[in-house]
């Protein structure tokens, strides 16, 4: 860059003539925050009369999208006249956002007062932001100094008579057709009395204050999108907040795919169809210091019905139905409640689950939770009875991100099963773990439990195989039992047992006068393990009057994409 002058200090006029030049300009150079640019282009300044009359032009040969840390004008030249204190904007033109730009303003010197305004042909919002779909928007701006600060009002619409080109690496169903802006600028607050943003699917308006320093925020939204409508009304500071908000899905199928279209939203929504109807309504009291701890909540989640599919998208029946789902919110953020029940339904199973539990952010990015109490009663239309899985003693949880790795932690545990036949098992577990480090191809995920299972009476066993045991013609007292060791990561290790702690079998002697005999068992033993990816399954059987067997079976197993699954052409 070059600065030259002409200088006459006596004169009335002291410059004379000034020039300045530059070339490869990078903004991002002097100011990191700022985008990328290569600018050339030059500006002059000359006397007019008692005044000024100055003109710039530049060019910008690395114009971009605003997201990809560029500037979004390809070329810029304006005309400025500075006489008797009052300065004028005769013209400026700009190319930019694939389209024009023009406006003109003033500014007296003595008021302090200035206005401007503007109009703006073809401008594309996705050479503006590349995350938005293509469009060609026209619009019109204005803005001037008031006593209460800087009014403004901008208003963009379609291009009258002009498709939208495609951007493949757009957001589908984010291009932008109206924004209507209107407000006041008081530093440091902005002031948006009225708002307006829509696309061809969904609608946002209302009022929004926005403290630029403080980041306080108040404002009254309603936002409608395809199966839905969301509506919040209230305020959020450091120290203190209030507020309401509404969620209606009348129709989760259409919401989750307009939802999965956005950046950031979790895999589970773009891969996974979901059905149903629900409503969310809460209430929060508080600010956001501490990363939210204190804020109070309290809300609730109604739900008649929602289906939720498989990953392929292929099956007829939804892979779960849930029904009459109740779950209720409250507290603060380091110590919230949670009381849940639902109806399930998978297949031939039908279920009722009711979990209470409790929950807080400690720290960022780090979350504890207590599950006091959790039921599972399930039912297989195709079996007899109900079976019960019911939480005997509080697990504590806990799970932390830093950056890309996470991981997940629970305490030991125990559950209690029972069955429609008598006897009641139990299920205990010690400390169990999950992480995951990385992303993409570079992801690696670990995981690791142990327990034990006991008091497994033999007629589950019987009834799990859709036969009641007097139909086999046996009888007895024989319980079981086992243990597992699993953990995963680049390989696979598993060892599960299944074995006889006590009692016996009881036969049916061949003369029916002679009642039953002892089977007099000695052993009763199933051992699964893997190797690399072989699956091998032991079983044994000995006994004094009932035989002895033994089988070995083995498969291979296959991991893809971090999990492990049975290939269609493994024996």
């Given amino acids: 860059a070059s600065v030259t002058a002409h200088l006459r200090p006596w004169q009335a006029q002291p410059v004379e003539q000034a020039q300045a030049q530059w070339q490869a300009l990078d903004l991002a150079a002097l100011w990191p925050q700022a985008p990328q640019t290569l600018l050339t282009g030059n500006a002059t300044v000359a006397p007019a009369g008692t005044g000024w009359r100055a003109q710039v032009k530049l060019s910008n040969a690395l114009a971009g999208p605003w997201d990809k840390r560029h500037l979004p004008v390809n070329d810029l030249s304006a005309q400025v006249i500075a006489l008797d204190g009052r300065w004028a904007i005769e013209s400026l033109q700009a190319s930019g956002g694939g389209g024009r730009i023009t406006g003109q303003g003033k500014f007296v010197g003595a008021t302090a007062n200035w206005q401007g305004s503007g109009s703006a042909t073809n401008i594309n919002p996705a050479a503006i932001d590349s995350r938005l779909e293509s469009a060609s928007l026209d619009g019109q701006f204005a803005a001037k100094q008031t006593s209460a600060g800087i009014a403004f009002d901008v208003q963009m619409q379609p291009t009258a008579g002009k498709a939208p080109s495609m951007n493949p690496g757009a957001v589908y169903g984010l291009r932008l057709k109206t924004l209507l802006a209107k407000g006041l600028w008081r530093q440091p607050i902005l002031e948006l009395s009225a708002l307006e943003i829509q696309t061809p699917e969904a609608k946002l308006q209302g009022q929004i204050t926005f403290d630029t320093v403080s980041q306080a925020t108040e404002g009254k939204l309603a936002l409608t999108l395809p199966g839905a409508q969301v509506s919040i009304n209230g305020q959020m500071a450091s120290t203190k907040g209030s507020g309401d908000i509404n ?249 599960a047992t299944l074995e006889r702690t006590s009692g016996d079998l009881q036969l049916l002697a061949d003369n029916a006068q002679a009642g039953t005999l002892s089977a007099g068992v000695r052993d009763a033993r199933l051992v699964i393990t893997t190797e690399g990816d072989k699956l091998s399954a032991s079983l044994r059987w000995d006994s004094e009057r009932a035989g002895q067997a033994q089988a070995d079976v083995s498969t291979r197993l296959r991991q893809f994409n971090g999990a492990w699954s049975w290939p269609q052409d493994a024996p």
């Fill in 247 to 495: 969620l209606r899905v009348n129709d989760a199928a259409q919401s989750t795919r307009w939802l999965a279209r956005l950046p950031g939203v979790p895999a589970f929504l773009t891969k996974t169809p979901i059905k149903g109807d629900a409503e969310i309504t809460g209430q929060w009291q508080g600010g956001w210091q501490r990363q939210g701890q204190d804020i109070q909540i309290n809300a609730t989640l109604r739900a008649r019905q929602l289906d939720i599919g498989t990953p392929d998208q292929t099956a007829k029946e939804p892979a779960w139905r849930l029904r009459d789902i109740q779950a209720d919110l409250s507290g603060a953020m380091r110590a919230l409640t949670l009381n849940l029940q639902t109806r399930a339904e998978s297949g031939t199973l039908t279920g009722n689950l009711k979990v209470q539990a409790k929950a807080g952010q400690v720290g960022e990015g780090n979350w504890q939770a207590q599950f006091n109490a959790a039921q599972l009663s399930v039912q297989d239309t195709g079996r007899p009875g109900i079976w019960t899985l019911q939480l005997t003693d509080p697990v504590n949880a806990e799970w932390k991100q830093r950056g890309a790795s996470q991981s997940v932690t629970a305490s030991a545990g125990t559950l209690r099963l029972s069955g429609p036949v008598p006897g009641a098992a139990t299920v205990k577990w010690t400390p169990a773990s999950w992480s995951q480090q990385g992303a993409g191809a570079t992801q690696r995920t670990t995981w690791k439990s142990q327990g034990s299972v006991q008091d497994v009476p033999l007629a589950w066993l019987a009834l799990m195989g859709r036969a009641q045991m007097n139909n086999l013609g046996l009888r007895g007292d024989l319980m079981f039992g086992g243990q597992w060791d699993a953990a995963g990561g680049e390989t696979l290790r598993l060892r």
